[in-house]
Structures are given as structure tokens and as C-alpha cells.
T-cell receptor, first 113, second 110 residues
């Protein structure tokens, strides 16, 4: 079974803090993705990575950055958290873009106060 | 603009009462349509991929079908454990991204 693990299920941070969300997959997948999920808006892609040290912007990259130093790990960084970044964050991976079945982690619910 | 619309937003069924969820899309040159199930507080779980009009896939009480403009997820004789949000996503040509709908929240009552 594919396993995508997100380091925290719940996080509470203060406005202006730097926040790191970590994601690890154990299936040697090439591609990894970060989404946020908000009621009524569905899943929106923040960033994705198709190789180590490679990244591409998704639909809503503003206020976020990412890091992929190792194949199995993809980190999402909020440089200066704001209240409008309160959301559910979901990480996903897939083996290749030709077979775009994405496998998701359990999610991190982030509250920024 | 590529778009995915799911209906209804919410659906309440009695156990055993069959129904269908709809996913309509506007994308030229569909590369794939994906159905996911999401339980509260969890990440989406992959169910099906469909690639061309006329294709059908089945898994237990679920059956997904695809036309050139929409996909249906048919639920036959549902049970309370089928209660979840069902998400639809499409992949357009020349993109590696999935475009998700906002989901249908299904509740099945005993």
C-alpha cells in the first residue's frame, strides 16, 4: 500500500510565524503535490514537484514556498503565516505523470490566530 | 477555462435507496477523469480512473461511467458506511495538474 505521511494532523500558529508542513511518501514516487482544501472551493493546487529540487507553481502559490531536497520528502513553507491561510492542507504523490493517480496523506488542519 | 462541477452538493439516502452523483466537466481533450472518496478529517482515497467515453468501472456498490461531457457515480443499494464526500477530478492535455470539483456529500441512513 502507498503511504503518504503528513507530520502533523493539527497545528495552531500565530500570525507572522514561519510554518513548516512536512510530507513523506514511501513508494519512491517521482511527483509530489501540495493542496489546500476549503469549504465550497474544493482542492486547490499550491505547488508540485516532479523531481528532487524541482518545483512548479500551482494555482495559488502566493504566500507559500516549497522544498524537495530528497525524493521522499516534500515540505510546504508559510514564510509569514496569515489568518487567510487557515485551512486543511493535503499532500499527495504519484508514480509518474503518465499515470496520474494521486495518493493523499491524511491532511494537516492549520489554524492561524 | 477548464472546469469541473459536481451535483448535487449534498445527498441524503435511505439504506438500500440507489442513486447517482454527477460530475460535469468542460475540458478539451480529456486525459483522465478521477473519482475519490473522502471521509471527514481524512485525505481523499482513490476510487476510479476513466479515460474515454463509454468506459465503465465498478467496485462493490459503486459504478463509474463516462461520457464526453460528464461522469456519473452510481451507488447501488448503499449502506451507511458509504457515507462520505465523493470528489471528481479531471486532467486536461498539456497539463500535469488535476482540477477538482467541490464534491458531493453523501449521507446514508439506516
Amino acid at each position: 500500500d502507498v503511504k503518504v505521511t503528513q507530520s502533523s494532523r493539527y497545528l495552531v500558529k500565530r500570525t507572522g510565524e514561519k510554518v513548516f508542513l512536512e510530507c513523506v511518501q514511501d513508494m519512491d514516487h517521482e511527483n509530489m503535490f501540495w493542496y489546500r482544501q476549503d469549504p465550497g472551493l474544493g482542492l486547490r493546487l499550491i505547488y508540485f514537484s516532479y523531481d528532487v529540487k524541482m518545483k512548479e507553481k500551482g494555482d495559488i502559490p502566493e504566500g507559500y514556498s516549497v522544498s524537495r531536497e530528497k525524493k521522499e520528502r516534500f515540505s510546504l513553507i508559510l514564510e509569514s503565516a496569515s489568518t487567510n491561510q487557515t485551512s486543511m492542507y493535503l499532500c499527495a504523490s504519484n508514480p509518474s505523470l503518465a499515470k496520474n493517480i494521486q495518493y493523499f496523506g491524511a491532511g494537516t488542519r492549520l489554524s492561524v490566530l | 477555462e477548464d472546469q469541473v462541477t459536481q451535483s448535487p452538493e449534498a445527498l441524503r439516502l435511505q439504506e438500500g435507496e440507489s442513486s447517482s452523483l454527477n460530475c460535469s466537466y468542460t475540458v478539451s481533450g480529456l486525459r483522465g477523469l478521477f473519482w475519490y472518496r473522502q471521509d471527514p478529517g481524512k485525505g481523499p482515497e482513490f476510487l476510479f480512473t476513466l479515460y474515454s467515453a463509454g468506459e465503465e468501472k465498478e467496485k462493490e456498490r459503486l459504478k463509474a461511467t463516462l461520457t464526453k461531457k460528464e461522469s456519473f457515480l452510481h451507488i447501488t443499494a448503499p449502506k451507511p458506511e458509504d457515507s462520505a464526500t465523493y470528489l471528481c477530478a479531471v486532467q486536461a492535455p498539456n497539463t500535469d495538474k488535476l482540477i477538482f470539483g467541490t464534491g458531493t456529500r453523501l449521507q446514508v441512513f439506516p
